[in-house]
């Protein structure tokens, strides 16, 4: 369980240190010409994210309770690799939005990057077994 929570905060922190830095540099640094219009990065950021999140749909889930005979750690050790495999599906989302809103300058990259990272943290480790 421990391992799993670390890479699950690995992953959700990961995301939120990129998107921090990328402000900073945004603020700090004159914007870069984009050889792309804005709007066609903005459709391809939330088009990304959405087949991640509906990509969610078609994933393996994991199992919702330990078997009858199956320890914790047991369930942990069937199921880590599923979960591991859906939260970096939603992380992937958010640093490609992360990067095309650091590109471009759209907001909309933004907010679909912070609200990937707000799905991210809601399927944390302890929502599957306490």
Known sequence: MRSVKLIHGALAGGVALFLLVTAWVHRVSPPAPVPVSGLLLTYVGLGIIAAGLLGLRFLPVPDPTPAPGQTTDQWWTTNQSRLIVRWAVVEG???VNGVLWF???DRVSLVAAIAGLAILVSLRPSRYLE
Do not use: H, K, T, V
């Open 93 to 95: 989302g958010c640093l």
């Open 103 to 105: 590109i471009s300058g």
